[in-house]
């Protein structure tokens, strides 16, 4: 029988990953044959999360994004985009889109009106942070389906197990190549007339390179985006699958604040982190692993890891203490968490109370072949009725 790991990564097991999580905490660091080290459960995952002997730094890449680099340079490249998205610089920034996110997922929603069915990815959960990350960077909106099929196709062919498939990485390359090439011409655009936007503010603080201005872009608008898709999808279809906790958050909107967390522990949109090397032999759950070693940390393992948190895999709004590791955590601590807590909490409490009586066509759901960022492809309800908008 293959490894737990390997069969996480196979498609079939998309719908239900998490008895293979289960098994794979079994070995809490456990060595795959080629080499990895594949770390599941929680405390281990956020000591290697802290150590600075886990290194980030992508060297085949020229010019990396902030996330593919450690500190010092990373710490500087991130407080530079930082600057035009949140605190310190910004803390009002993220906040004071809500007008607009209440606006275009109330626009969506009214949209759905007149039928009883619709799919819930391709009609909310994928057009509201698209909408609001490109406003952010200054995308024009109708170059937005065209990055979107790019950064798509570009999530499902990152991931662990394919680095040898030189097909994959030669179309990876390529899509790539396709982004860098777009926002490359949307930076010089920028120069030339300066707007309102991330970009124009990258552009005039002169602390970056054109090259990492480009791939800060390239990074802002895929994160920027695909996980948020993945949050707000897994978190319907998991409220639909549990009509306690729906009606919990119906009668009481102020729930969805613990309702978003739960759902980044439980359903997590990014399952695990593949991108570490170990700088220097690491002790860690019992196990050495070796300098130059790749460091796979299974994030999803983690958060429901019943040595951390009880009942792990109950989806609870009452957890005193919800310590999850959705967003991961150290110095890569997800620059966006605010911006998709807060689309999360908007289009989730629009959804839950304004379709009347939603129940799911399909259960489970296709799924995106991504084991990296997983959530529904699509996302079919039923309802009775679209209520009114307050």
Known sequence: MTCPFQRILDPSHR??????FDELRATPVARQDDGTYVVSTYREIVAL??????????????????????PPEHDRLRHLAMRHFGPPHNPGK???LRPDMLAITTGLVDALAGRQRADLVDEVAYPLPVAMICRLLGVPREDESTFHAWADRLIELIGPGDDDDAERERERQEVADKLDRYLEGLVEER??????DMLSGLIADGGMSQGQIVRTGVLLLIAGHETTINLIANGMLTFLRNPDVLARVHDDP??????????????????FISS??????????????????????????GSRDPGHVADPDTFSLDRPRNEHLGFGGGVHYCFGAPLARLEAQIALTELVRRLRNPRLVTDPPPYRPSALLRGPRHLLVEYDEILPAR
């Open 94 to 96: 993220i906040d004071a």
């Open 49 to 70: 999360l802290h150590d600075p002997r886990v290194s980030s730094t992508r060297r085949s890449l020229r010019d990396p994004a902030f996330i593919g680099l450690d």
């Open 191 to 196: 120069r030339r007339e300066p707007a309102d």
């Open 254 to 271: 102020e729930l969805i604040i613990p309702a978003v967390e739960e759902l980044l522990r439980f359903e997590p949109p990014v399952q």
């Open 15 to 20: 719908a239900n990953p998490y008895p293979l």
């Open 276 to 301: 570490r090397v170990a700088l220097a032999d690491i002790a860690v759950g019992g196990v050495t692993i070796p300098a130059g070693a790749p460091i796979v940390l299974a994030l999803a393992a």
